[in-house]
């Protein structure tokens, strides 16, 4: 089993930037993805940006530019990945869901609410 516990999101203006955190624990070894989805209200869950443990990553096209996708791996028990997002819109308002694929399972975080609104 893999655990997600997710920080920073937060209120802030157009065109400002904030730093979300994603810290995964339990059975790290075997992920083979990790990611960030956002879920704006009455909208589907898309896929914002996710990174490979062979490190490629790959980004929602209305993002490109904006967000950087980057992980760190503290220990054998515990990876990190971090979204840094810049020149935030109103659009990208939304929840935002760290995911960690380990085989064929999906493991969800909570949810961070981000917020872009002047």
């Known amino acids: 089993q893999v655990q997600l516990v997710e920080s920073g999101g937060g209120l802030v203006q157009p065109g400002g930037s904030l730093r979300l955190s994603c810290a995964a624990s339990g059975s790290i070894r075997s992920i083979n993805a990790m990611g960030w989805y956002r879920q704006r209200p009455g909208k589907q869950r898309d896929l914002v940006a996710e990174?490979?443990?062979?490190?490629?990553?790959?980004?929602?096209d209305s993002v490109k530019g904006r967000f950087t996708i980057s992980t760190i791996s503290k220990n054998n028990a515990r990876y990190t990945v971090y979204l840094q997002m810049n020149s935030l819109k109103p659009e990208d308002t939304a929840v935002y869901y760290c995911?960690?694929?380990?085989?064929?399972?999906?493991?969800w975080g909570q949810g961070t609410q981000v917020t872009v609104s002047s």
């Open positions: 990174i490979t443990s062979g490190g490629v990553t790959n980004y929602l």
């Open positions: 995911h960690a694929l380990r085989y064929i399972s999906d493991h």
